[in-house]
């Protein structure tokens, strides 16, 4: 494996690793924000049945780290990198257009450091997806009988 396959591996790995913590993390602190009041972000989710968009987003960051360890991680083809950006686009384009709730709220400081973790991800997966996108891709021959591009 030459040094640009485990970077790239490395960067699955991390990013995968990524949205399973913070996903499966605040999925559960959604629910309890959302049942009791407490947490970091239990003052704006108590009661408030909007939580479920929260939930909903924060959930299916894990899952797709899930499916990233699962498929991505051993694949490692190119497009996953355009899935990875686009994933990422997602979650910190909705920070950011949501910032007046982050500010309202006080979670500025943790919302930076996540928005910024968001961007750089995606930047890191569109310059990893340029540098490889013309590379051939050795197929599987014990699961496919040929390679999809």
């Known amino acids: 494996m030459d040094t640009s396959s485990k970077l790239r591996k490395i960067l699955f790995q991390v990013n995968a690793g990524f949205l399973i913590l913070m996903g499966g993390v605040f999925t559960i602190l959604d629910y309890v924000g959302y049942r009791t009041g407490q ?6 989710l108590y009661g408030n049945d909007l939580t479920v968009g929260m939930q909903e987003a924060h959930g299916l960051a894990f899952l797709f780290g899930l499916t990233l360890f699962v498929y991505a991680v051993p694949d490692a083809r190119p497009s996953w990198h355009l899935l990875c950006a686009g994933i990422h686009v997602l979650l ?29 991800f995606v ?27």
Do not use: C, Q
């Open 39 to 44: 947490g970091p972000l239990g003052r704006m």
């Open 123 to 149: 930047l890191l997966h569109i310059a990893s997806f340029f540098l490889v996108r013309n590379m051939p891709i050795a197929a599987d021959t014990t699961t496919r009988k040929r390679s999809i591009p």
């Open 92 to 120: 910190g384009g909705s920070n950011l257009m949501y910032w007046s709730g982050v500010v309202e709220y006080g979670v500025v400081g943790p919302e930076v450091v996540v928005t910024s973790i968001h961007g750089l």
